[in-house]
């Protein structure tokens, strides 16, 4: 495809974009401590430039610090002090031919206590969340005051060099937090009515407006439908628009609050461009140019947003984390190379929102870096053998082809892709497929991988090849602990693994509809919570059982958000503190009591696989990576150790330099040197 309508222009007062394309604001925790952005920050977007994005909305910056400050590394913009370095990032982006936008915002009652020292403030005193802390209402002076202190940061990204400005009045937010009925209980001028919730950002706009001139873009970030119980609806925000609507150039149309999360971050299982429909009656009601997001991946689905004019802009977030050069590949017809974002939410949301750290990906183990290991060569021959064709096996022969070596890849199943490729079987597992696919494509175009598949490998085979490192991807393995009953139930059929689950349904061999069926799932963990999502919707009376006391436990906020809220729609019974103690071959016997089930499903983790690592070193120098390193982890930790062979290589002494052999520098060089010699 030509993808004509995706890479055709638009204007937008006095900004053009030479695509449709917009990178979303994404929170990094890539900021320095005192909220000034930093090398690695530049670089981050700078990387999404030179990929060919037409328009990038830099992360939400605070308009004023510390009460509305949200995240632990987040930007500012409530000082002149914070425009130099501003100034350094917009020129970066230019260089490419993109053009830059920040979005501006006030935390409200999303703040943490403990991080800004005090308690936040709010619309009213009602959380933004359930559980969420309650916050102190502002008065009448303080909201005009914070009016001000957005219009000075927006004035402060025109002075930095950026061409637009977004204002977020969305995601509950401050200025969310005034719109929505769920949060704002005021008796004064900014609540009661729509007309009156709206009057705080009409005010921002106004004000803005005036600081910034009649021709330079603003934008507003709207959650069209708040998607929870009494907030607006999207007639409702079709109803308020018309207050604000003579000071919008373009409305980023999202969806979602705190406690609608999985369909604000998109959950894995949801369509690409689920949201479509929302920037479509946007458009319609204001006739203003609209962007849209959710989900989307696949560049098919984006032309054919912007040819039905459901949206006039795409906007991806995780999908240009996952590959920084998504528009330079679907522009040049190389959509087989794209390393699409399969929604994990793992090394992005996962690692800022829930452990307070920089964003990673589980898809791309070099997200701040580009893919800089390509540039280096191998300085000598080098033969790697790689066992194992799972996702790390994979990433690292492609890995260590990339830089020059003679790769064999041995598997000893007759496919390649490992776990992950059984998981896609799984519905809600099935976006899992498309980076086996990338995988699966990457090692088709390198001619220096050798693909050996239905290989057992063994000592003198890996001799046989000569090579001068392997590399063990060799996995993971159901784990079977010593519990009376489980082995024998297994072998017999009674219960399954989650492998036994997935095998099944590639085979077709469960119904569609489990009503009156009953599912017991042993362990809480993320496999386990896979399963019963399968069993509940399916109408199974489920129960899931878990030894330890919180199930669900090392999951990302989405995920976990999205399975609680299935749980408690299909009336799932959980029971945590309960420890299995015997199988039976139609029930489980916990200290809690038998349970009976028609489906008996055991998921209490996986455990390393590596019985070749001492053989094999024997051989060659021999490294680990993934699951078989230490113990079962997250695919992103394989991937990452995968794309590490290149630190292994190069204290091998196989790599050059800086993409140089180090030759030495002969010595009547030294007199080009610079003096103050006549």
């Known amino acids: 495809m030509s993808y004509e309508n995706l890479m055709r222009p638009i204007r937008i007062q006095n900004m053009t974009l030479r695509n449709r394309v ?12 005192d909220g000034s952005i930093s090398e690695e920050h530049k670089n981050y977007y700078q990387l999404r430039a030179k990929g060919g994005t037409g328009l990038i909305v830099v992360e939400n910056a ?48 999303a703040a943490i206590p403990s991080r800004i020292g005090q308690q936040p403030v709010s619309a009213g005193d009602i959380p933004c969340k359930t559980g969420g802390v309650i916050p102190r209402a502002l008065s009448t002076e303080e909201v005009y005051a914070l009016v001000g202190k957005y219009a000075d940061a927006c004035k402060r990204a025109q002075m930095a060099g950026f061409d637009a400005v977004e204002i977020h009045a969305g995601h509950s937010y401050l200025v969310s937090q005034f719109i929505s009925p ?63 609507d003579e000071y919008v150039d373009l ?24 949201k479509r429909y929302l920037s479509k009656a946007v458009k319609e009601k204001t006739g203003k140019p609209v962007v849209i997001s959710g989900n989307i991946r696949d560049p098919h689905i984006a032309e054919d947003i912007i040819a039905s004019g459901d949206a006039d802009i795409v906007a991806m977030g995780r999908s240009l984390i996952a590959d920084p050069e998504w528009c330079n590949k679907v522009r040049d017809g190389r959509e087989d190379e794209l390393r699409k974002c399969i929604s994990c939410c793992i090394g992005c949301v996962g690692n800022r929102m829930g452990s307070n750290r920089p964003i990673r990906c589980t898809v791309n183990p070099a997200v701040t870096q580009g893919d800089t290991c390509k540039k280096r060569k191998v300085n000598k021959p080098c033969k790697v053998m790689v066992i194992g064709g799972g996702t790390a096996g994979l990433e690292a022969a492609c890995t260590a082809a990339e830089i020059g070596c003679d790769v064999t890849l041995a598997e000893q199943s007759g496919s390649l892709g490992g776990r992950a490729a059984c998981l896609c079987d799984l519905p809600g597992k099935r976006r899992m497929n498309d980076f086996v696919t990338y995988l699966k494509n990457r090692t088709a175009r ?21 090579p001068d490192l392997i590399v063990c991807a060799t996995g993971s393995k159901i784990a079977t602990p010593n519990i009376p009953g489980l082995l024998d139930n297994l072998a017999e059929g009674n219960i399954m693994t989650v492998d036994g689950v997935i095998a099944k349904v590639t085979e077709g061999g469960f ?8 599912a017991v799932i042993i362990g809480g963990g993320a496999a386990g919570l896979d399963l019963v999502e399968f069993f509940a919707v399916r109408g199974a009376a489920v129960t899931v059982v878990e030894m330890t006391n919180t199930i669900g436990n090392g999951m990302d906020l989405v995920s976990r958000a999205s399975i609680h809220n299935i749980m408690r729609e299909k009336h799932v019974r959980q029971m945590p503190g309960t420890k299995l103690l015997e199988v039976k071959a139609h029930s489980f016997v916990t200290d809690a009591g038998e349970l009976p089930f028609d489906y008996g499903c055991i998921c209490l983790g996986l455990k390393a696989c590596n019985p070749l690592f001492e053989e094999m070193s024997a051989v060659a120098k021999t490294v680990a990576v993934g699951d078989a390193k230490l113990a079962p982890r997250l695919i992103i930790d394989g991937t990452r150790e995968a794309r590490q062979i290149v630190n292994t290589l190069e204290a091998m002494g196989y790599l050059r330099e800086n ?5 030495k520098i002969p010595r009547c060089w030294s007199y080009f040197r610079f003096s103050d010699r006549p």
């Open 22 to 33: 917009m990178m979303a604001p994404m929170g990094t925790n890539l900021a320095n401590p």
């Open 182 to 244: 769920t949060t704002n209980n005021r008796t004064d001028e900014f609540g009661g009515s729509a007309e009156n919730r709206a009057r705080f950002l009409k005010c921002i706009l106004q004000e803005t407006r005036k600081r910034l001139g009649r021709n330079f873009p603003i934008a507003i970030r709207i959650s069209a439908d708040e998607l929870v119980p009494g907030g607006n609806t999207l007639e409702d925000t079709l109803g308020w628009l018309p207050y604000v």
């Open 62 to 109: 605070c308009v004023a610090f510390p009460l509305g400050s949200n995240g632990t590394t987040q930007l500012r913009l409530d000082h002149d002090s914070f425009i130099p370095h501003m100034y350094e990032l917009t020129e970066k982006v230019h260089a490419w031919g993109c053009k830059i936008s920040i979005q501006v915002n006030h935390a409200g009652s």
């Open 659 to 663: 993409g140089f052999i180090r030759r």
């Open 251 to 274: 409305y980023d149309v999202s969806a979602g609050l705190n406690d609608s999360i999985e369909k604000m971050i998109d959950k894995a299982d949801l369509p690409d461009g689920w």
């Open 511 to 518: 119904p569609h509809s489990m009503a009156g069926k009953q």
């Open 446 to 466: 390198l001619k220096n991988i050798k693909v050996v598949l239905n290989a057992a490998v063994t000592k003198q085979m890996a001799a046989a090849e000569n």
